[in-house]
């Protein structure tokens, strides 16, 4: 049975490529190679995504903030007119004595206090 050698045979022409260099170097040297690069890029992208975050939280503190007094007195006016009297009669003519109770229909599952 022939005996199989360990090390792949490579021509003349793929060791002077970039990438076999590389392949031979990152044997040596696997964390400068791959470690250290991709450490950097982790902390690299963190420097550069918090300023994006910073102005997504900047955006959203400007569309929901806190109203002043003066706009908090102008919200409401485009709403009806409230005349007290005309509310006190209207609530007047509602009839408070005759009506009759009625069971909310309960969701499915739920349960309806019925003993």
């Given at each position: 049975m022939?005996?199989?050698?360990s090390k792949k045979y490579?021509?003349?022409?793929?060791t002077s490529t970039f990438a076999a260099k590389y392949r031979v170097m990152m044997a040596?040297?696997?964390?400068?190679?791959?470690?250290?690069?991709?450490?950097?890029?982790?902390?690299a992208?963190?420097?550069?995504?918090?300023p994006a975050t910073a102005i997504r939280y900047e955006r959203h503190d400007r569309r929901v903030r806190q109203l002043t007094r003066d706009e908090e007195l102008g919200v409401g006016k485009g709403g009806r007119?409230?005349?007290?009297?005309?509310e006190y009669y209207r609530l007047a003519a509602k009839d408070l004595d005759?009506?009759?109770?009625?069971?909310?229909?309960?969701l499915?599952?739920?349960?309806?206090?019925?003993l």
């Open positions: 022939a005996v199989f050698q490579r021509s003349a022409a793929d040596k040297h696997p964390f400068l190679l791959f470690g250290l690069p991709f450490m950097s890029i982790i902390v992208g963190s420097f550069i995504l918090t007119k409230v005349n007290m009297k005309d005759d009506w009759e109770q009625k069971r909310v229909k309960r499915p599952g739920e349960n309806d206090g019925i």
